[in-house]
């Protein structure tokens, strides 16, 4: 009985080991799937961050082969420029041409659309230049909205254009034109701001006028301006993904077109034949990056500004078509009646390109020089 008795445990103890034996391995073979799950869970996890990551990182500046007369800058970057008029050892007037976005110092109106007449008459002396990223300019990690107007500063004693000097800026060329008036006044003659730029989160502007101006723009132009405003480092991805439509001056979309800027283009022709030599090193330094700078937080709006000229030695025009349908006429007209001492012309019918319309150069270079 004893020996039955002894079998008996022997083999319940057997059953029990059994069991305990797969109990542990289905836990072991439950845990190991449940860790390789996280593993790969993880290794996607990881994975997608790195590709968002590389989707949102801009290419280095490209490298490009420089063709055109530049001068060095304090910090040993270097900013392109091309001369016109009268040789500027013999001018009575000296300008300097400030391009908008997506431009380069090719783009000037005075070559083509300054009467040669005038500028042998008055004595005119212009030079335009790449800014900084665009064309054979250098790039400017650091740039902000002062240390453009210290490299204008700088352009013009490096070319010996002595102590005062013209500043004439062309949309967002004009919004940079405010910051010349901000940090160099004492370096100017006059200014010129035609079709100027505006960055809807200058602190000074009317809350009510700035929404109803903004709400104007299509939606992708909101976007793309929120984006640079609030997520600067979402600037590349943003304009060159494919999920989204993308800010129509990038895509090129004539649809922002007023009528007299169609009829302008349609004479010029469509496509520059310079606009490979705008972005060659690449869409971030150039355009991109001056998306981040323009509506960033400035320490200023031109709502702070003081009367550069209070002894009527100088003066600062600002021109604007009432169709203009990049930058809104209403908010211009808000920023002009608000500095008493600003030349507010606002032209009936005008688009964004009024440079480039027949005789309006010379009508916005003889208000700046003669008063006419």
């Not at 431009?103 to 083509?112: A, D, G, T």
């Not at 809807?200 to 299509?218: C, G, H, K, V």
């Not at 550069?308 to 009432?322: A, K, R, T």
Request: proline letters at 7%.
């Amino acid at each position: 009985m004893r020996k039955e008795r002894m079998s008996g445990e022997g083999t319940d103890r057997t059953n029990i080991s059994a069991a305990s034996a797969r109990s542990q391995t289905r836990n072991t073979q439950g845990g190991s799937s449940f860790d390789y799950l996280k593993t790969i869970l993880l290794v996607l996890f990881v994975g997608a961050l790195a590709w968002i990551y590389q989707s949102i990182q801009p290419p280095p500046s490209k490298t490009v082969a420089v063709t055109a007369p530049r001068i060095k800058l304090r910090d040993g970057r270097h900013l392109a420029y091309k001369e016109h008029g009268v040789h500027r050892d013999e001018a009575k007037f000296k300008i300097i041409y400030i391009h908008g976005f997506d431009c380069s110092m090719l783009h000037s109106p005075f070559p083509s659309f300054l009467s040669p007449a005038l500028v042998e008459d008055l004595r005119i002396y212009t030079v335009s230049f790449d800014r900084p990223g665009y064309g054979e300019s250098d790039p400017d990690p650091n740039r902000s909205p002062r240390s453009i107007a210290l490299d204008i500063e700088e352009l013009a004693d490096g070319l010996g254009l002595g102590p005062n000097f013209y500043v004439f800026g062309l949309s967002m060329g004009g919004k940079i034109t405010w910051t010349c008036l901000k940090y160099i006044p004492h370096r100017l003659a006059g200014a010129a701001l035609v079709a100027p730029a505006i960055n809807y989160w200058w602190r000074n502007l009317p809350e009510d006028i700035t929404r109803e101006a903004f709400s104007q723009m299509y939606p992708a132009d909101q976007w793309a301006l929120r984006v640079a405003h609030y997520a600067p480092w979402l600037t590349y991805w943003w304009n060159t993904q494919k999920w989204f439509p993308v800010c129509n001056m990038i895509a090129g979309n004539p649809s922002i077109l007023s009528r007299q800027d169609m009829e302008v283009l349609t004479k010029l022709g469509f496509v520059s034949p310079n606009h490979a030599y705008i972005k060659q090193q690449g869409e971030y330094e150039s355009i991109h990056r001056d998306l981040n700078v323009g509506f960033s937080s400035w320490e200023f709006d031109p709502l702070d500004l003081k009367d550069p000229f209070p002894d009527n030695n100088g003066s600062v025009h600002l021109w604007h078509g009432d169709e203009d349908r990049f930058v809104p006429v209403k908010l211009q007209s808000y920023i002009a009646s608000k500095l008493p001492w600003i030349h507010y012309h606002e032209l009936s019918g005008a688009g964004h390109l009024i440079p480039f319309v027949e005789g309006m150069t010379d009508k916005i270079i003889k208000s700046l020089l003669v008063g006419e």
